[in-house]
């Protein structure tokens, strides 16, 4: 069994079985925007799902918001965004391509974190490095990668508004809305899934870094005397979460961010890195972002957002830890670790290895022949059993048993069911392990009870 996984064999079983398509590709695409076939619009809510359960429907401290996309300009004057949220840019200045400086410095092995734009020039000097077309490049100048549009009927700037670069700010401004109508205790947090989007320079690796993408964020609100012990407890659910992933413990790391690194308003930043075909890379982070966010919205909007803690008179701004999850990371972690190359019966197979409770399909129904209406009546009976206890059901007649078999694995499919003649005689169906490729016989009452 095979776990060399290359990104090309992702891209290509992706877009082959119906997972993840470029977008626009029927007009050449449009770079860093990827669209969902059926089968990966299914992997992609069961993650989110999953996500859910586990931090929101599952816990006494967490309340859910769904926040606009536009919000008002104030949010990312006041948050920063619209000063600092850049990247640097540098241009070819023969065709004018642009690119991020530190991505050309990456792709030469210089790790340019830390690096201020200068430090970054002078190193592409110092090396003489050159464009991805052989061209001298440009000094680097500062990118702002928010999204501009204009709200309403007329265009100036007081109309000019952006499409999110991330979720939590619409968790910040919520902040004081959740307080009021619930009271909750400290500490709580609130979440939230939704789309983000950021202008990259240049989107790369699939869906690792594109223009638009899903977030999944919690901003938890604490007493500052208590963050070292709530940010150990993320810590550890961090890792929980990679585990209900499926994701190897080995190929998880923590990185410790090193002050100079951190964003400014952060004391303390762990990324979670995984070892994705294209090197080890952040997952996910989880920053103490302070109180930074809350005293810029009081600052701005003139609005208290103090907590006075039930029972007494005292009043603080709370602080806040942030596990900040990207859906589009974790969905491409789960695609590295799933996909397996075997060999069964001398040919080479491929397939996903999902869990179980990922799965975009659970199970798939065939009849052992498509020609014999009895046995096509009878699968067709087993089908809508199962599609109407588990939903993510398949129907699959196409081509022979052993074809029907490996179009499964490729997708994830945990087991086949097969109705053959021995299934009119004692009503008893051929299960087949995606895994073990083993064949088991069970009887139709036991895998369509409605009790699990």
Known sequence: MTKNTSLDDIVSLAKRRGFIYQGSDVYGGLSGTWDYGPLGVTLKRNIMNLWWKMFVDSREDMYGVDAAILMNQKVWQASGHVDTFV???????????????????????????????????????????????????SPSRTFNMMFQTHVGATMDEKSISYLRPETAQGIFTNYKNVVDAFYP????????????????????????????????????????????????????????????????????????????????????????????????????GLAYRTDFDLNNIQRVSGKSMEYMVKGTNTRFIPHVIEPSFGVERALMAVLATSYTEDEVNG??????????????????????????????????????????????????????????????????????????????????????????????????????????
């Open 87 to 137: 990247d640097p840019l540098c241009e070819d200045t023969v065709n004018h391509r642009r690119y991020r400086t530190d991505h050309i410095l990456k792709d030469k092995g210089i790790n340019a974190e830390g690096m201020s734009m200068e430090q970054m020039d002078a190193a592409i000097a110092e090396n003489n490095i050159l464009s991805p077309d052989g061209n001298p490049l």
């Open 185 to 284: 205790d400290l500490p709580f947090g609130i979440a939230q899934q939704g789309k983000a989007f950021r202008n990259e320079i240049s989107p790369r690796d699939f869906i690792f870094r594109s223009r638009e993408f899903e977030q999944m964020e919690i901003e938890y609100f604490i007493n500052p005397e208590n963050w070292n012990d709530e940010f150990n407890k993320w810590v550890a659910l961090g890792h929980e979460w990679c585990n209900a992933l499926g994701l190897p413990a080995e190929s998880v790391h923590e990185l410790e961010v090193p002050e100079e690194d951190r964003a400014h308003y952060s004391k303390r930043t762990i990324d979670f890195e995984f070892d994705f075909p294209i090197g080890k890379e952040e997952l996910f």
């Open 347 to 452: 040919e080479k197979r491929v397939y996903l290895k999902f869990p179980e409770h990922l799965a975009p399909v659970k199970y798939a129904v065939s009849p052992l022949l498509k020609n014999k209406p009895e046995l096509v009546a009878k699968a067709r009976e087993v089908y809508q059993a199962l599609k109407a206890k588990h939903g993510n059901v398949m129907w699959d007649d196409n081509g022979n048993i052993g074809k029907r078999y490996r179009r499964q694995d490729e997708i994830g499919t945990p087991y086949c069911i097969v109705i053959d003649f021995q299934t009119l005689e004692d009503d008893t169906v051929t299960i087949r392990d995606r895994d073990t490729t083993e064949q088991t016989r069970q009887s139709i009452g036991q895998i369509t009870s409605p009790q699990e």
